[in-house]
């Protein structure tokens, strides 16, 4: 079936570093991907999603291209900050309104 | 206001009660959903509704039953709780057609002792 798999954290970086979290997929057909993060205390909110193969989401300076190839939806932001700090998912869309989660990465940013 | 909100916002329960989560949303999808949070297990999904009439079981149905009172209200209720149902509850939104992008509330934190 339809699977998700993301990177274990928690990913602990300084104020200013690179971010890279880690998607692979595994979908029947054509799915759309997403990246949704959850703040403390908070439900998630859509972070960035694509439809189709190479097309790149984009959103608050997180950027994700979808790789048919490779199976694969990374997350990636150049520079994080301490507000970063959050949960984030990588989800597919299964083409039946029904979304796939992964397990969640935490995100931890330090001053 | 919240477009998709949940309450109670948490609960602690004794096993055995019999406990309603319910939620409502303003934006007008047909489109609602539940799910549960566990560590290291991420989002499972336990029931969804396509419209009022049509209410479809989830991944981890068991133990657990819905209402779809109308398009904007849909409750999830654990008849008989028991420990291992302790955990984040989210429900969600999405459109009629066309995407399958979905809006979520805030949770309900649940803990059954």
């Known amino acids: 079936g339809d699977s998700v798999t993301q990177m274990e954290g928690p990913v602990t970086l300084s104020e200013e570093a690179f971010l890279t979290i880690n998607c692979t997929y595994t979908?029947?057909?054509?799915?759309?991907l997403f990246w949704y993060v959850q703040y403390p205390g908070e439900g998630l909110q859509l972070l960035l999603k694509?439809?189709?193969?190479?097309d790149k989401g984009s959103n608050k300076g997180f950027e994700a291209t979808y790789r048919k190839e490779t199976t694969s939806f990374h997350l990636e932001k150049g520079s994080v900050q301490v507000s970063d700090s959050a949960v984030y998912f990588c989800?597919?869309?299964?083409?039946?309104?029904?979304?796939?989660f992964g397990t969640g990465t935490r995100l931890l940013v330090s001053p | 206001d919240a477009d998709v909100t949940q309450t109670p916002r948490n609960r602690i329960t004794k096993t055995g009660k019999r406990i309603m989560l319910e939620c409502s949303q303003t934006?007008?999808?047909?489109?609602m959903y539940w799910y549960r949070q566990d560590p290291g297990l991420g989002l499972r999904l336990i029931y969804y509704?396509?419209?009022?009439?049509?209410?479809n079981k989830g991944e981890i149905s068991d133990g657990y039953s819905v209402s779809r009172q109308a398009q904007a209200k849909f409750s999830l209720s654990l008849e008989s709780a028991i420990p291992n149902q302790t955990a984040l509850y989210f429900c969600?939104?999405?459109?009629?057609?066309?995407?399958?992008?979905?809006?979520f509330g805030p949770g309900t934190r649940l803990t059954v002792l």
């Open positions: 969600a939104t999405s459109q009629q057609a066309g995407t399958d992008t979905q809006y």
């Open positions: 694509a439809t189709k193969a190479d």
């Open positions: 989800a597919l869309g299964t083409g039946f309104q029904k979304l796939v």
């Open positions: 934006k007008g999808h047909d489109r």
């Open positions: 509704s396509f419209d009022v009439k049509d209410i």
């Open positions: 979908a029947t057909g054509y799915p759309s």
